[in-house]
């Protein structure tokens, strides 16, 4: 594409030549005369004068430092993206059904669909049109697949289970595996049925290896526009609101209600039956073991140290309340000093 | 099913219409004419007056209240979970091999026994009656798993497991991988080759993606009962005590031995080589850094604060051992000036 | 094997009848007089006088206690994992493209490779002599599996993968799938398209359902000789020096870059853009915020104890700040009272 065509395209003004061509996007460091970078992070503002990349998309107040062509814009991280997928469109896989896959005569396909090498999809499952199933993916019906919604390798999607449009599933995902419900009945476990199915909205992403429990009498709910990173575990009963994001091997538990618009870190946990409220945002390896009623930052993690002083303290923390406990006293000795001097 | 055929399959006194007609389980706040609901949680006691149920399940102590059809259970939560397994039974996969399944001529199969679509089955492995395996699975032999149990897809079994009867094994479950073993030799690690196997137990469930590896040279073994969420990692020559059940996203070092009827919530880490006594209970995020035992409940959390709170608190953490110095000061002086005044 | 083979082949000095055969390993206490065992830990060395092992691999300086053969090392535990690995070696899949397998016509395969049942090998990926592909593995091109690296079961390799020589890659891993990017722009995420691979060096071993990401621009990088365990998160555009080796669970955020030679323990979080330098040692749980500069020992956890002792020190950890303001007002005071008396 030139210059130009990308100005238009992404509605951006251009300081530069418009003809000039860019074949790809690269980092401001590294970029070379047809290629693209951006600049949206101060950390790296001190490799713009010295870029030579064929443009860059920045803040107008940056572009006077810029040595090369500029595409002005109020937020070139996602002017970034925008320009990244017309430069380097996804690849859509051919329709048609693979010779290895199976696809049971009971599903139903739309227009554009495509089924990989080894997949199998069940009677019940309804695929819309232009619908990726990719290779060793295995869907069971009922469900029902959105159009534009893509599988990638081996996803499992278990019966009950929908998804919305355009929709990105990464390799191997699980959507609808039992809840994790028993019943204590002396020393055994009852198993409570997972009867309950998932219902995932549209423009839904979930990472690599991340697991959607299906509900235990109701469904389990992703919200519209949820991004999730790899290895997230949603258990039974959760529902999530849109457009919230969450970062790798995060932990839901059962019946908990995220709100709408959160960002919530890696590696936090999350407790059952909870409720946050939208536009919270939680740091990395926070527990969360109460509600969170107002918008705001969450934390719960200890800082790290090195070894010896963390073991110090550590161990202080053991007698943190019998050390609360003397402080108080001695407030209390002084007191009495105090009053009677 | 009839209210009173429900009463007489799970042996609870009914009062109310045993003609009535059940169709399906439901919430005590959604359930309608049709549908069974249960009351075993206080929180949900405020719903009781108001249910439009056929019928709910309860304690005799809250039959006074219930506007409906009551059936009187003491442990109303296992019972809910029967009735749901009568109403609403498991679809049994039917018997035979699919047509794009690959089962090795060396392999044994019981009467009854399913392989799904592209499931791999390898020589020497040996598939109990009714055993089901899911699409996309693929077991190696040598490997037995006992009568019932069932492999939802996509589900490794490597060689030299063994998986007693009516388990539940989820999607993307891998049992059998190697343990972590590597002995340093100056910069390099060698591989410690890992020749020990994995025993489960019958009855067990494993969560979907939950990964247990084989042992080093004797067996990781998972007792009777056993049940674990989604994302649980076992490490090589780790013990799981009968009916201990742990939720998602726990991890277990190598050769730690867990005793029966344990609790262990999720996201805990439990660190190799420990002994944790039978009915111990661990709650979420815990690190088991040390033996257990005694039973009892166990934690190691950081209490969850906002932003500005966390900051200024985990700051002084780092500073703990120097502030209980100079509490120990404090206290010495002002002794000694008690003793001289 | 003679014992006499063994120490030959080991390089190490035999106290003992060379000619005596060994058949396998065993662990000390349950070695019988044809199994080999080694000792290497204090903890085992109370049954050192016991053992009925046909030969223990022992320290020199453990020799007079031994009742049995010895094989004399200054490295008994990896001088036992290269025994075990003559006394067991690992089975080598049969050359050959299983009839269920889908290789495209446009990939290019070494001398002796394995493709198994049912995995699916794409346009444009370049297998080297000996690779070996499991069953239900699907690798997308363009991607290149170097010489004698073996993928288990159910491996996923997304476009623009690059892996050595003689990487060991367990069942369910996941390479090359999006990294998490996503620009917000008002209340919506826009998908930053993630364009970069990954290489991984020579003698790589990646535990069970392990996710790498590919890189947004440039690669994700994993060096020679790197070990991760199990459920590991590797984010995209992290770099891992060679020889680091990283146990289960744990996670790394996005650009992160950690030296060669670390030792990283389970379930630890190391957050995103941080540099950790060669030879760092991280505790297990620990949250990594800030780069670590130094070798040595970092660490994070909480220490666990009992749920009341617990209760009540991290309810005070929540006024720490208040009681370290307390702690200086009282030093200020009782400063204030010796200078006036």
């Known amino acids: ?15 530069g030549d418009p003809a000039r061509r860019i074949e790809s996007v690269a980092t401001i460091q590294s970029a070379g005369p047809g290629e693209l970078c951006f600049l949206a992070n101060d950390r790296y503002r001190q490799h713009l004068r010295s870029t030579r990349a064929g443009a860059v998309i920045l803040h107008a107040r940056d572009a006077a430092d810029c040595p090369v062509a500029a595409l002005l814009s109020d937020n070139p991280y996602a002017d970034y993206a925008r320009a990244a997928a017309l430069l380097h ?9 693979s010779s290895s896959a199976s696809v049971d005569p009971g599903a139903t396909l739309g227009e554009g669909v495509h089924v990989g090498a080894g997949a199998v999809v069940g009677a019940g499952v309804e695929l819309a049109d232009g619908v990726e199933i990719g290779p060793g993916c295995v869907v069971a019906g009922p469900s029902r697949i959105g159009a534009g919604s893509r599988l990638r390798p081996r996803v499992v999607i278990e019966p009950g289970v929908t998804i919305g449009r355009d929709c990105l599933i990464h390799a191997g995902v699980v959507i609808g595996a039992d809840g994790f419900g028993f019943a204590p009945d002396g020393d055994d476990w009852v198993k409570v049925p997972q009867l309950g199915g998932v219902r995932i909205g549209d423009r839904v992403e979930l990472g690599a290896a991340t697991t959607v429990d299906r509900g235990a009498i109701e469904d389990t709910v992703i919200g519209d ?12 009963n959760v529902q999530i609101g849109a457009n919230t994001v969450i970062a790798g091997c995060t932990a839901i538990a059962g019946s908990s ?7 919530i870190a ?24 109460r509600d969170i009623r107002e918008p705001g930052i969450y934390s719960g ?7 010896a002083s963390w073991r110090k303290n550590s161990a202080r923390f053991r007698k943190l309340d019998d050390l609360a406990r003397r402080v108080a006293r001695l407030e209390r000795e002084l007191k009495d000093k105090g009053e009677k001097s």
Not at 1 to 15: C, F, S, V
């Open 225 to 236: 526009g949820v991004k999730l990173d790899n290895q997230v575990q949603v258990a039974h």
């Open 257 to 263: 209600k995220i709100g709408r618009s959160c960002m």
């Open 301 to 307: 993690s200890l800082p790290m140290d090195d070894g």
């Open 1 to 15: 594409m030139t210059l130009g065509e990308l100005a238009e395209a992404l509605g951006l003004q251009l300081e």
């Open 266 to 289: 890696g590696g936090v946990g999350i407790a059952g039956h909870l409720t946050i409220t939208d536009g919270a945002v939680v740091t990395a390896m926070t527990l969360v073991s």
């Open 89 to 97: 469109p996804a690849g859509k896989a051919e329709a048609g059904i």
